[in-house]
Structures are given as structure tokens and as C-alpha cells.
């Protein structure tokens, strides 16, 4: 099931993490706080890494892009961020997390990197995605994550391979087009008014 989401340097958030309960959690907020993109953002964008601009909309615009959601709106021109989403096995009483780094620089292409925590350790407990240097936390870059990472986990900088290894290590489709008619059909259900469809 589905335990904690967290962010660090995305959209609104420094670091945030939110915990569920028994697989579940309830975002409230008036019209425009962001429940909307902070769901989107980890589903089904943590299941797949796809940041394709139709795909990070509820409404299906293509306005923004991901790096949007890391710059922000502040003017800031280098900035690194992490989205993870963590699960936790009731019966193995086990831990796995998933997640994806970005570092945007604006006016050049977003890097992008993947993982999936098989160990057991959780961010924030003893894994940590930044360094803190004297009052300040500094992301850790591509090269320091996968170090902290060690061999024991799971690490790539390609979408697409980040993709399959999530269904290998969380879901087990079979085919790899029977996880991507799932992560679609989550994208479809999560569409407004989809009733009138």
C-alpha cells in the first residue's frame, strides 16, 4: 500500500511529505492551492517518470511544463528537486520507495534520474536527498544520489527504463503494455467531467 508521498523543491514545496492511512489521503484546500497538481504529480508521474506537458495537466493543456514546477515562478535558474513515493508491504512488513530526481536549468533540457529503494531505507529516516551545509539543505545531485544509493538498489537516468523497473519491483504486469494500459487508465479516471465521456 501506498505510505507517504514527499517533495523536495517542487512547486510549492521545500519539503513536504504527506503520510497516508491504510493506503489513503484526503488533500483539502480552496479552489487553486494546489491539490490538484500536488496528486498529479506523483501520480502517475512517480509511476512512469512521463513528464510530457498534457500529462502533468488534469485538464489535459499543454501550458506547462515540468520545469514550471521546479523553477517556479521566482526567477530561479538551477534548481534540483526530488518526488518519491514510498509503500509498505503489511505481511513482509517491508519498505520500498520509488522515486525521480530533476535538476532544471533554465533554458537547457531537464535531467532526470530514477530509483527504486529495495533495502528497505526510507528517505528521511536513514536516506536523506539533500546535504545540509551549515543552516542550509543542498539537493544531492545525480552523481551523490546514486552513491548513496549504493548497488544493493535500483538507480538509471532513462525514463523509460525507470518505467519498467517500477512495474518489475511494485506491480509485476507481465507485459510492459498492460502497465502502460494501467497508468493510462489512471490518467483517463483522473480526467474532469469524465462523465460526460
Known amino acids: 500500500k501506498m505510505d507517504r ?19 489513503k489521503v484526503l488533500l483539502r484546500g480552496q479552489k487553486c ?7 498529479q504529480s506523483f501520480i502517475p508521474f512517480v509511476l ?12 489535459g493543456s499543454s501550458d506547462r511544463r515540468m520545469e514550471y514546477y521546479v523553477l517556479g515562478e521566482e526567477g530561479k535558474d ?27 536549468k533554465r533554458g537547457k533540457p531537464m535531467d532526470f534520474w ?10 528521511g529516516v536513514d536516506l536523506w536527498l539533500y546535504k545540509t551545509v551549515g543552516s542550509s539543505k543542498i539537493p544531492c545531485d545525480k552523481r551523490e544520489m546514486k552513491a548513496a544509493l549504493g548497488e544493493e538498489n535500483y538507480f538509471t537516468d532513462s525514463q523509460s527504463e525507470y518505467k519498467k523497473h517500477v512495474n518489475q519491483y511494485l506491480f509485476g504486469f507481465r507485459k510492459e503494455e498492460q502497465y502502460e494500459q494501467f497508468i493510462k487508465l489512471l490518467v483517463k479516471v483522473r480526467a474532469p467531467k469524465l462523465s460526460k465521456e
Open 48 to 59: 512512469d517518470g512521463d513528464r510530457t506537458p498534457n500529462r502533468l495537466d488534469p485538464f
Open 78 to 104: 538551477d534548481v534540483t528537486g526530488y518526488l518519491y513515493l514510498e509503500f509498505y508491504h503489511e505481511e513482509k512488513k517491508e519498505y520500498r520507495t520509488i522515486g525521480i530526481g530533476q535538476r532544471a
Open 33 to 39: 492551492s494546489g491539490k490538484s497538481i500536488t496528486t
Open 114 to 123: 530514477g530509483f527504486v529503494i529495495l533495502d528497505g531505507r526510507r528517505i
Open 5 to 23: 508521498i514527499g517533495f523536495v523543491n517542487f512547486l510549492l514545496y521545500c519539503e513536504e511529505d504527506f503520510e497516508f492511512a491504510d493506503g
